[in-house]
């Protein structure tokens, strides 16, 4: 299993970026689906996830409203759209999976994925 993150990039606060991460199981809705990020010296810490039903979604407070987490079933692929951003968004963002997941159940510890990308940079310049 390998999921492959794109669409990093260095950016100007109030700027936008869409992430990707494309997976190489199916079917891609047999999983439960995350993002992640890890500033330097902080731990990796929960962003957003998507239930394997795509019913349920979860985003963490300091990104509400800001970020939006979709899927395309047929690309395999999960996204991460991000407006407004901020300096403090600056991060490794990483995607996680978590195959065989209950359908309608959101995971937002890390414990929970088993499946991780390579990670993509985030910069947002003030």
């Known amino acids: 299993v390998q999921l492959q993150a794109s669409g990093g990039g260095l950016v100007q606060a109030g700027d936008s970026l869409r992430l990707s991460c494309t997976a190489s199981?199916?079917?891609?809705?047999?999983?439960?689906m995350g993002w992640f990020r890890q500033a330097p010296g902080k731990e990796r810490g929960f962003v957003t996830t998507?239930?394997?039903?795509?019913?349920?979604?979860l985003y963490a407070d300091s990104v509400k409203g800001r970020f939006t987490i979709s899927r395309d079933i047929a690309k395999s692929t999960v996204y991460l759209q991000m407006n407004s951003l901020k300096p403090e968004d600056t991060a490794v963002y990483f995607c996680?999976?978590?195959?065989?997941?209950?359908?309608?159940?959101?995971?937002?510890?890390?414990?929970?994925?088993?499946?991780w990308g390579q990670g993509t940079q985030v910069t947002v310049s003030s």
């Open positions: 998507i239930s394997r039903d795509g019913r349920r979604i």
């Open positions: 199981f199916r079917p891609f809705d047999y999983a439960a």
């Open positions: 996680a999976g978590r195959i065989g997941a209950h359908s309608v159940a959101a995971y937002t510890a890390r414990d929970d994925y088993s499946y």
